[in-house]
């Protein structure tokens, strides 16, 4: 079964840059580390080598990682106007008497500091197709259970 992906176009966007950096920066500058490690003689016993070398294979495994996630993602146009939650909306919700900010986006986008939740996480999954004053049950990611009530949405 294939990944899913949900992409707003800023989401795109920003795949698109980070692929751009490492196939055309990151990748030359590991293959200089590799080079001149390899300078240091034996790479058999060479610390740097070996670094760089691990460097190189988790550089290349997140350009197939985003070249999959590119070829296979949906990009969802986001709503000049919605009343309800979408993905891409940004929701401000009270949450025991505290707002919290979350704007909605797919899971290869989701950037919890950033609060950027996706959508199917469960509070994420939980606000979509609701609107303004709708008071929200779900369970947190905690396991204990979460009450929000959608103060403001905006596209």
Do not use: C, W
Request: net charge negative; proline share 3%.
């Amino acid at each position: 079964m294939a990944n899913e992906y949900i992409l707003t176009p800023e989401g795109k966007e920003k795949l698109e840059k980070e692929l751009h950096y490492l196939e055309n920066e990151k990748r030359a500058e590991v293959g200089e580390r590799i080079k001149v490690a390899r300078e240091f003689g034996d790479i058999s016993e060479n610390s740097e080598y070996d670094d760089a070398k691990n460097e190189q294979g988790m550089v290349e495994a997140r350009i197939a990682e985003i070249n999959q996630i590119l070829s296979e993602a949906t990009v969802v146009a986001v709503p000049k106007r919605s009343s309800r939650v979408n993905v891409g909306s940004t929701v401000v919700v009270n949450m025991g008497g505290r707002e919290r900010t979350f704007t909605i986006v797919g899971g290869a986008e989701a950037d919890v500091a950033s609060g950027k939740i996706s959508n199917e996480s469960p509070v994420g999954a939980a606000l979509l197709g609701h609107k303004k004053d709708d008071v929200i049950t779900t369970t947190g990611p905690t396991g204990r259970e979460v009450e929000m009530t959608i103060v403001r949405i905006e596209q």
